[in-house]
């Protein structure tokens, strides 16, 4: 039996050697001391919970002894003190489980830690122990993220210390998923096998977690879920033996291994592929009537209603199941196919074909495997971490709200507005909270555009900016009066209104028409001014003309004259009309005439038939 094992996991092996295995990686950026500033790669750590979408400043300390850090430290020295920066712990690779490591800082106050390679390599993914090793419970327990360095690079942080350098070290995981539009696609490498201990518990345990937010996600249609099983193949020598048939189905074609790892008792290997084809069915079925979502509600209700430890985990549990949540079970079953035959299952063949990497996806080799845009999550099945995951794979400004949930997520726009623009009065502000961090962009109030580099300078612009805390210009109220420096005009700039003076911005003032303008100055005027004009009173019987800025008599025959110059253009222009009107009868008239002797000719001769016009015999030759 054991041997069989070990035949399939050889079989895996061969297929990681062939295939490619991509390290995901984040940037590590050196900000201090400048002698060796720079940014490097690092690879992501299998385990803790690696910040997707953000970064983390830190302080790196290379421990005095331990400096392999496979015992636990004395006390907590790497907790940093408040207001200082986190500390990162540079531990040496070798002797123990890279996780055992990670778990000794963490419990002595690291903030994340740096494992440096002891050979000259290409970066590795430092995964955790096997599964069921009995130290994997403090690896669910591991919160911290790691990465792990190259030799080369960790000798220069090392050398840096040694002199005494203050060594500050930023990790970035902002573009360790690509973040190309606003749907992230993600996959889920998974298993129906409910007892295989650890990494079981730790996946169904996931699953029910993060089914709310999945199904949010979906059903928003902000990600595109696809579920995964992984199979494995008996070779070709070994299809008719014993182990084979039990591990297999459709002759040795698709193999999961034996879910207790013993032939003679309990769930035999081919229950799990055939359950794993059910599940891929489910989805399938699910995804055609357009609701990719109800997988997460089967899986769950599979793993509560139908688990292996109360003999359960069967067609009959299954199908009730699926008959609960009202899924089409004819369907399924013609997905699923015949276990029996010697002949491929167009379901799990594509699942095989898809386990071979693509792009910038390697192979999927580890149980379970969640693939975010393309790209491997490294760390942690944790919801929290899953969830930074997929955020940090939505175009900036275009994730979901869940994604901006404080538990996911710190709104930078909180802390002195993100650096942005504000304006406190009217609270508008440029800030625009994102998953990766904030953007400065000049915001949309009510309808109003605002434009502005988003940083110093917004303003409210184009029709309705006046509305909008009076445009960011100057007004003021005052005795029953209001003044405005807003323009509602495309493209205009702030102007004091008339009766002021100043930059339209901060202030306008009163001018006092009386001085500066010089208005009613006339002899008999006297000027009163006010907060935005001015009021001119004439004495005697005068009357102010604004117009003129004079004072005239009110007296009738001071305006004779214009009365004549009226009286002489009315009948000027009554004159005129009649003139037209008679030139107009005229000329009705001599036409009619012309019309009338024109029918007449058509009977008898008239004197002058020549020079008549002939309308009618004009219009009959063109016709
Ligand atoms: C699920 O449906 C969508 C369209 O509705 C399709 O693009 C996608 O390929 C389907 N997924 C699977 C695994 O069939
Ligand atoms: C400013 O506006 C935001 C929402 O736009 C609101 O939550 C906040 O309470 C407002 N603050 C003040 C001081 O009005
Ligand atoms: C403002 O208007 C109110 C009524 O409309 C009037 O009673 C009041 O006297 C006015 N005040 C001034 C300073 O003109």
Known sequence: MKLFVGFLVLILLSEIANGRFIVEKN?????????????????????????????????????????????????????????????????????????????????????????????????????????????????????????????????????????????????????????????????????????????????????????????????????????????????QAFTVSKQCKSQCINHGRYCAPDPEQDFSKGYEGKDVVIENLRQLCVFRVANESKKPWVWWDYVTDFQIRCPMKENKYNKECAEAVIKSLGLDLKNIEKCMGDPDADSENPVLKEEQDAQIGTGSRGDVTILPTLVVNNRQYRGKLEKGAILKAICSGFEETTEPAICLSGDVETNECLDNNGGCWQDKTANITACKDTFRGRVCECPMVDGVLFKGDGYSHCEASGPGRCKINNGGCWHDAKDNYTFSACVDVEGSKCQCPRGFKGDGVKSCEDVDECKEKKACQCPKCSCKNTWGSYECSCSGDLLYIRDHDTCISKRASDSKSAWTALWIILIGLAIAAGGAFLVYKYRLRSYMDSEIRAIMAQYMPLDSQQEVPNHINDELQHA
């Open 27 to 235: 940037s590590l950026r050196v900000t201090s001391p400048d002698s060796i500033r720079g940014t490097h790669d690092s690879a992501i750590g299998n385990f803790g919970i690696p910040q997707y979408g953000g970064s983390l400043a830190g302080n790196v300390v290379y421990p005095k002894d331990n400096r392999k850090g496979c015992k636990e430290f004395d006390g907590t020295p790497f907790k940093s003190k408040p207001g200082s920066l986190p500390t990162f712990v540079l531990v040496d690779r070798g002797d123990c489980f890279f996780a055992l490591k990670v778990w000794n800082a963490q419990n002595a106050g690291a903030s994340a830690v740096l494992v440096a390679d002891d050979i000259e390599e290409p970066l590795i993914t430092m995964d955790t122990p096997e599964e069921d090793s009995k130290n994997a419970e403090y690896i669910e327990k591991i919160t911290i993220p790691s990465a792990l360095i190259e030799k080369s690079f960790s000798e220069t942080l090392k050398k840096a210390i040694n002199d005494g350098e203050m060594v500050n070290v930023n990790l970035d995981w902002r573009d360790a998923v690509p973040h190309p539009d606003d749907r992230v696609e993600f996959e889920l490498w998974t298993n129906s096998n409910d007892e295989c201990g650890v990494k079981c518990d730790m996946l169904m345990e996931f699953v029910k977690d993060f089914k709310g937010a999945a199904q949010i996600l979906e059903k928003g249609g902000y990600t595109q879920f696809t579920p995964h099983y992984i199979t494995w193949y008996c070779p």
